[in-house]
């Protein structure tokens, strides 16, 4: 469980002995320690340990995050856990992605800024990671000032070195991926990575050189072959894009404004990807200008980039060739994890079967939910989440296998022994000692396996492997029947060391668990009243006290599921959705239709706006017009009159023949000469000069007008009268 105190960020649990405590390198808060629950404030400091840094990719700011996206985080944490367990020196590194067109349009329909539309969502996926109870060491926003400037100032180097060069970009373009693409590249004449329909765009852009680090890319794929795993991502990287040739890539829009300005062109902002796999070095102290800090000499390379698998080519690709730009080592190890998707298909609000973290934790409990994720999770292909799943996995897992082993456990140590747990060494009989050899071998043999399959991060199966530990303690249950033992006086040594086993077994169990279910590893040892074992214990049986008390009063870790009840809050929540996803279209309905209102206002306002100035610019031109050697029609002197006196006035007249009217002078040779006005094409200001003169008794009208075959003088004429 995490809280946040005094502005640190927290984690609450029983203290663990060693090591482990040691390695974490936390200073504990005295203060607030009390009833065996401490808190932790998470401050790195640098030590000689061999450093860890993994990161996540940034959750993209559109919306809140579902249990797919919820997935990567708890499988980075649970990576992260693990490695500061084995002793390294580890720097979680997560945070949000907050620029782009897709924000941009998000927040206009909102009716808010982009930066209050991030701060918001940001807000929330910071929420939901720290409900996961995630370890993260730094939470970065790509709105973050100093993210900001280092990137301005990256895009700088890299156009003076001659990798960025300007030029103009043609082509389809995806809004939710916010990335152009050639018609071949097109699936179906959608994009090849969400699936969504493209629009042709042209835009003047800035451009990366990819094609001049394609080779040095190639190379190091083929030289170093665990850079992309699985191998699978690493063949579909290469032979869908590496190896046909790679095209220069777009870095820069003009097309919208919510990004970080270019410095020296800001009406173009640097392309979301620039923006965003920066994250990585700027995070940790990079600077351009070569100014970096220790924490980033000392961090990078990073050690993981855990990414979904959707954003391979960005990561394996685009990333490693900025960065070879920038003279900078590449990443140890991209590895592109598969997705988590309902059981009956993509995950979909109209459908009502989108499945949040938050809802799911109400309901089963956090490290349940971590569970599931890990464990359900195959090594290359997509998993399958659902709520029958959930429950089948919390009743046969959870409950049963390990939380109905460690209450039956503290249960009859409590009925048999008072809750004092001894090994009294007790002889065994061979087929005794066959049974306990095969437990303790069975127990201290899983640290080994877990390893193995860690490095390989095949955390589902690890998962699977701790928990044969807890499979194997119940198999010792059944072989040994304490509750039969429990009958003879005679064999209460035996009894009392086969309890001893399960509880040695147990916390040992728990020791490896911490890094996947932390929460339900600390309520284990709190309850056997110990403390998780440092890994490199695991693999000695016999550690616990022997003598020591466990908890008289055992806590259900995982209490069963009844399916109906589960199908009636899943119901609940569908409903909930449907309903919601339904007013969200409406309001959606009714955004385009007002939107659809306001243009119309919009256009029908410049209209009469372009009409009112097209008849001023004629109600000018009757005053100055007059065809050469002739006298104005008297119609033209009213009309003028009429004119100059609204213009006086600051009243302008609505139409030409409402000055007519208003000259008294409508009929046939008015008429008729207006007629001859429409056909005009300007005056100048020396006319319109001539023209209040006129009216001011300076100058006879007929004797000062004349026709003014310059354009100039209609642009004049209109700003006068407006």
């Not at 409990?365 to 290359?380: I, K, N, S, T």
């Not at 080994?448 to 492997?465: G, H, I, Y």
């Not at 000695?540 to 020591?548: A, T, W």
């Not at 119309?600 to 209209?607: G, H, M, T, V, Y």
Request: net charge negative.
């Amino acid at each position: 469980m995490q809280v946040t105190h005094g502005g640190f960020h927290c984690e609450v649990g029983t203290k663990r002995s060693g090591n482990a405590v040691k390695q974490n390198r936390l200073l504990e808060d005295e203060s607030l320690q009390g009833d065996g629950i401490f808190f932790k404030r998470r401050q790195t400091i640098m030590s000689e340990k061999p450093k860890y840094y993994i990161t996540t990719a940034i959750a993209y700011t559109s919306g809140k995050p579902h249990i797919g996206n919820t997935y990567e985080i708890v499988l980075a944490d649970a990576i992260a856990r693990y490695k500061r367990s084995q002793g390294y020196d580890v720097f979680f590194q997560t945070g949000t992605d907050e620029h782009g067109q897709k924000i941009e349009l998000k927040a206009e329909e909102a009716g808010i800024t982009p930066k209050e539309f991030v701060d918001k969502v940001s807000g929330e996926i910071k929420r939901i990671w720290d409900l996961m109870d995630t370890s993260y060491d730094k939470f970065i926003r790509t709105t973050d000032e100093d993210h900001e400037k280092q990137v301005k100032k990256i895009f700088k180097k890299l156009y003076d070195k001659g990798d960025i060069y300007k030029g103009h970009y043609e082509g389809m373009y995806c809004t939710p991926c916010e990335s152009f693409f050639t018609e071949s590249q097109l699936v179906d004449g959608k994009c090849p990575d969400c699936g969504r329909p493209v629009q042709p765009a042209k835009e003047e852009a800035y451009f990366f050189k990819m094609s001049k680090y394609a080779d040095r890319l190639i190379e190091h794929i083929n030289t170093h072959p665990e850079f992309i795993q699985p191998v699978s991502r690493k063949n579909e990287m290469m032979n869908n894009f590496l190896l046909p040739g790679l095209q220069d890539l777009c870095v820069s829009r003009t097309s919208f404004k919510w990004g970080i300005p270019v410095d020296f062109d800001p009406k173009h902002v640097v392309y979301v990807w620039l923006d965003a796999l920066t994250n990585y070095i700027t995070g940790i102290g990079y600077d351009a200008e070569g100014n970096s800090t220790e924490q980033f000499n000392k961090l990078w390379p990073a050690d993981l980039h855990l990414i979904g698998k959707d954003i391979i080519r960005f990561h394996t690709i685009y990333w490693p060739i900025f960065l070879m730009a920038l003279d900078l080592p590449l990443p140890k190890q991209v590895f592109g994890h598969p997705w988590l998707l309902q059981g009956d298909g993509k995950m979909s609000k109209s459908k009502g079967n989108v499945l949040y973290a938050d809802e799911l934790v109400d309901f089963f409990g956090v490290d349940a939910v971590r569970y599931f994720v890990l464990h359900e999770m195959p090594f290359e292909n997509d998993g399958v989440i659902s709520w029958e799943l959930m429950v089948e996995r919390l009743n046969s897992d959870l409950a049963n296998t390990l939380g109905n082993l460690v209450n039956r456990t503290i249960s009859m140590s409590n009925k048999y022994f008072g809750g004092v747990v001894e090994n009294r060494n007790v002889q065994l009989t061979e087929n005794d000692a066959a049974v306990d050899a095969d437990l303790k071998q069975t127990v201290t043999g899983t640290y080994a396996k877990v390893v193995a399959k860690m490095e390989e991060l095949r955390v589902a199966d690890a998962l699977t492997e701790i928990f044969g530990i807890f499979k194997r303690c119940n198999k010792y249950i059944d072989e040994t029947e304490p509750w039969v033992l429990a009958k003879d006086e005679a064999k209460a040594d035996r009894l009392a060391t086969v309890l001893y086993n399960l509880v040695e077994g147990i916390i040992i169990g728990a020791s490896l668990l911490e890094p996947y279910m932390p929460e339900t590893a600390e309520k284990i040892a709190k309850q056997l009243n110990t403390s998780l074992r440092d890994f490199d214990q695991l693999e000695q049986f016999g550690l616990y006290e022997s003598g020591n008390r466990v908890t008289d009063q055992p806590e259900i870790l995982f209490a069963r599921l009844d399916m109906k009840d589960v199908a009636k809050k899943e119901a609940e929540l569908e409903e909930a959705m449907i309903k919601a996803a339904a007013e969200h279209e409406a309001e959606e309905a009714n955004a385009e239709a007002e939107k659809a209102e306001q243009e119309a206002r919009e256009q029908a306002e410049r209209e009469a706006r372009e009409a009112y100035v097209r008849a001023n610019q004629e109600l000018m031109a009757s005053i100055i017009y007059c065809e050469a050697g002739n006298q104005p029609y008297e119609g033209q002197v009213a009309v003028g009159a009429v004119i100059m006196n609204r213009v006086k006035s600051g009243s302008y007249p609505n139409s030409i023949e409402e000055v007519i009217y208003q000259s008294g002078q409508f009929g046939p040779a008015a008429t008729g000469w207006l007629n001859r006005v429409r056909s005009s094409k300007g005056y100048s200001q020396t006319a319109l000069q001539a023209a209040v003169d006129a009216l001011n008794g300076s100058n006879p009208i007929g004797s000062c007008l004349y026709f003014d075959q310059g354009g100039s003088g209609m642009k004049i004429g209109a700003h006068y009268f407006h």
